[in-house]
C-alpha cells in the first residue's frame, strides 16, 4: 500500500530539515542508513571546501545558482518500487549519490586541478612529487638517482638500467654487514628500500627488473666464508660484466647484423630517439654508405630532437628529415626502411615501446614497408602484453626528455592533458626483430631464452 504523501513536506519553501521530519535510525532500513552516511560524508567534504555550502549538502538540496533545486526528502519508512521519482522531482537517492559525487569533483578541484573525470586512467603509473618523504636508509647515489628520474633526465631503458647498475655498485662498496648477519642474505634487505624508493620516483622498466633480479641472484649466491670487500668487489665485477655484454657488446653485434640491411640510397624512417638505432645510423655512416633518415618525433618528450642534432653533427653531417606524428603519411612513400627502438618484447612478439611507435609500424606495413625493431635480449619479458592500456606510465604535461617544461600549455581546470609513454606494437606489424643472438621473426621471439642457454632470464 503506498505511503500517503504530504505535499507541503515534499515541495517545502524551506530546504531545512525539522526534529519531526528526521527519521531515527531504528526506523530506518539499511539502504536508507547507508544512503545518509553517503549524504553526511558529502556534508563534510563540502563543508572543508566551502563552510557554507553544508547546510545545503546536508538537506540535498542545490545551491541558489543551481536551475532546479533537489527537494529534502521526509520519507521514513520503506519506498515502493514505484516511488522512484514524485511530481517529475528526482528522488532521494540520485539526489545524495549526485550530491557525494560533487562534492568529490569540489575536492579534486580544490587539489589543484587533478584528474577530474578521467578516472579509467588511474591504475597508469603516475609522476610523484619530488619531495616525497624517504623511507629507510637510502643511499645519497639513489636518492640523486630518484631525482634524476623523476625529472626525465635520464630517458630510455638502456640509460635507467645502466644509471642504475652504476648506483647500486655504489651501495654495495659502501656497505657494511652488521654483526651476527652474512652479506648474501642482508644486502639483500639493504637494497629493499633503495630499490622502492626508485620504483616511487618513476615506475621501473622491464630492463630494471631484470638487471636486479640477476643481481639478488648474484647477491644470493655470494660466498658465505669470502672476505666480505673482497665479495663486494665480486658483486661489482659482475655488474660491470652485465652491462658489458648484455648492453655495450650486444649494441655492437646488432650494429653489426642490422648495418647490413642498410644499403646506399636508402631513406631510413625511425621515430623518436632509440640509443641502439642512432649507433647503427652512425655505424653505417662511418662505413661510407650513403642514406638519408626521417626522424619522425612527437610530444611531450621530443626525443628525436637530440637524435636529429646527433645526426647531423657528423662529418659529413648525414641528410636528415625532421617532422612530427601527424606527417607521417605525407613521408612513408618515399621510405625504404623503418628502424624503430623497443623498451620491451614480450614473448607474444609485441614490442613495447614509445607511444607512436605502434603507429609507424602499422602505416609502414599498409604501404610495404619492411619494419625492423633494434632490441637486445635483455629486454625480453616472459609476460604477455595485449595492449598498452593494462600498464602504461603517464608523463607531466609538458615535460622534455631534458626535465624542462613547456610554457605554451594553458593552464586552465578544464583541461586534462594525457601523455601515455608508451605503446604496444602487434607482432603482424613488425617484419623482423634485430637482436644480439640474430635476426629473429615475431612468431619466434619466445625462444631468445632457450637461443641464450638459459630456462630464464
Not at 652474512?182 to 615506475?203: F, K
Not at 610530444?299 to 601527424?326: A, F, H, N, V, W
Amino acid at each position: 500500500m503506498p505511503v500517503p504523501i504530504n505535499p507541503e513536506m515534499v515541495v517545502g519553501p524551506s530546504p531545512v530539515k525539522t526534529a519531526a521530519s528526521q527519521p531515527s535510525q531504528k526506523s530506518m532500513t539499511k539502504a536508507e542508513r547507508r544512503e545518509l552516511q553517503e549524504k553526511q560524508r558529502a556534508a563534510k567534504l563540502l563543508q572543508k571546501q566551502n563552510p557554507g555550502a553544508s547546510a545545503s549538502a546536508a538537506g540535498g538540496s542545490a545551491t541558489p545558482a543551481t536551475p532546479k533545486p533537489k527537494q529534502p526528502s521526509t520519507f521514513s519508512q520503506r519506498r515502493a518500487p514505484g516511488d522512484a521519482t514524485v511530481g517529475g522531482t528526482t528522488s532521494r537517492s540520485s539526489a545524495q549519490k549526485e550530491t557525494t559525487v560533487n562534492a568529490a569533483l569540489a575536492i579534486d578541484d580544490s587539489a589543484g586541478g587533478r584528474s577530474q573525470g578521467l578516472r579509467i586512467f588511474s591504475h597508469f603509473g603516475l609522476p610523484k612529487p619530488v619531495g616525497h618523504s624517504l623511507k629507510g636508509d637510502i643511499h645519497p647515489a639513489i636518492i640523486r638517482l630518484g631525482l634524476l628520474f623523476s625529472e626525465f633526465r635520464i630517458c630510455g631503458s638502456n640509460a635507467r638500467c645502466i644509471a642504475t647498475l652504476l648506483a647500486f655498485k655504489k651501495v654495495i662498496q659502501d656497505y657494511i654487514t652488521p654483526s651476527h648477519n652474512t652479506l648474501s642474505r642482508h644486502l639483500m634487505t639493504h637494497l629493499s628500500p633503495q630499490i622502492t624508493h626508485l620504483v616511487s620516483a618513476r615506475p621501473m622498466s622491464v630492463t630494471m627488473g631484470n638487471a636486479i633480479r640477476q643481481l639478488k641472484l648474484e647477491i644470493s649466491g655470494s660466498d658465505i666464508d669470502m672476505i666480505e670487500q673482497d665479495a663486494k668487489d665480486a658483486l661489482c665485477d659482475k655488474i660491470d660484466n652485465y652491462i658489458r655484454d648484455r648492453i655495450i657488446i650486444a649494441d655492437e653485434v646488432i650494429q653489426e647484423l642490422a648495418g647490413k640491411k642498410i644499403n646506399d640510397g636508402d631513406v631510413i624512417l625511425t621515430y623518436a630517439r632509440s640509443s641502439v638505432v642512432e649507433k647503427i645510423l652512425l655505424k653505417a655512416h662511418e662505413e661510407g654508405k650513403r642514406f638519408s633518415v626521417i626522424v619522425i618525433d612527437s610530444r611531450p618528450l621530443l626525443e628525436g630532437k637530440r637524435l636529429l642534432r646527433r645526426l647531423t653533427s657528423t662529418d659529413p653531417p648525414i641528410p636528415c628529415t625532421y617532422t612530427l606524428l601527424p606527417a607521417l603519411p605525407s613521408v612513408i612513400t618515399e621510405v625504404t626502411t623503418v628502424l624503430l627502438g623497443a623498451h620491451s618484447l614480450s614473448s607474444n612478439g609485441a614490442v613495447y615501446s614509445r607511444a607512436g611507435t605502434a603507429l609507424v609500424a602499422m602505416m609502414a606495413k599498409s604501404h610495404s614497408v619492411p619494419v625492423m625493431v633494434c632490441c637486445e635480449t635483455y629486454k625480453f619479458s616472459e609476460g604477455v602484453m595485449l595492449d598498452g592500456f593494462g600498464k602504461n606510465e603517464l608523463a607531466p604535461a609538458g615535460i622534455s626528455d631534458s626535465g624542462r617544461r613547456s610554457k605554451d600549455l594553458p593552464s586552465t581546470l578544464n583541461l586534462e592533458i594525457l601523455n601515455p609513454l608508451y605503446d604496444l606494437t602487434p607482432p603482424t606489424c613488425i617484419t623482423v626483430v634485430v637482436t644480439e643472438v640474430g635476426l629473429i621473426p615475431p612468431s619466434s621471439i619466445s625462444s631468445i631464452p632457450l637461443a641464450l642457454g638459459k630456462t630464464n632470464l
